[in-house]
């Protein structure tokens, strides 16, 4: 127990990253799907299903913009950065959900929003964080 909280406590910056590490940890299976969340004008929508490790990430508008799960697990991305952004995207068009999926350690606490992205990847709007474990 000592190791996976000196492992948690290393890995993951914050204490909300390695507070839910250490509730998951006690349960036979401690993956969690996450909320869907929208950006604030309905948009753009995601969701984590954790089994499967898939991102479903929705695009509910045709406004020239796509739309993108943008998530982070909580290891620096090296010095004193912040955690290292991924991006799932939906490029499909105005209308259309689809899913993305990724191969993910189990059990790893992760955080998200929905956001729509221009065509460079730059954010515009995207909802409040949440969080899911792998």
Not at 24 to 53: C, R, Y
Not at 60 to 68: P, R, V
Not at 82 to 87: A, D, R, V
Request: include cysteine.
């Amino acid at each position: 127990m000592r190791t996976i909280l000196r492992k948690a406590s290393f890995a993951f910056a914050g204490a909300a990253a390695a507070a839910t590490l250490i509730i998951g940890a006690g349960t036979a299976s401690a993956s969690q799907d996450g909320p869907k969340v929208e950006n604030p004008n309905g948009s753009a929508s995601a969701w984590f299903q954790a089994n499967g490790d898939t991102f479903w990430v929705g695009d509910w508008k045709k406004d020239g913009y796509s739309t993108a799960a943008v998530w982070a697990v909580m290891t620096p991305c090296g010095g004193l950065n912040p955690p290292c952004p991924n991006f799932a995207p939906n490029k499909k068009g105005g209308g259309t959900g689809v899913p993305v999926k990724y191969d993910l350690s189990e059990n790893l606490p992760l955080r998200y929003r929905a956001c729509t992205v221009d065509k460079h990847n730059n954010l515009k709007s995207c909802s409040d964080l949440t969080s899911a474990v792998s």
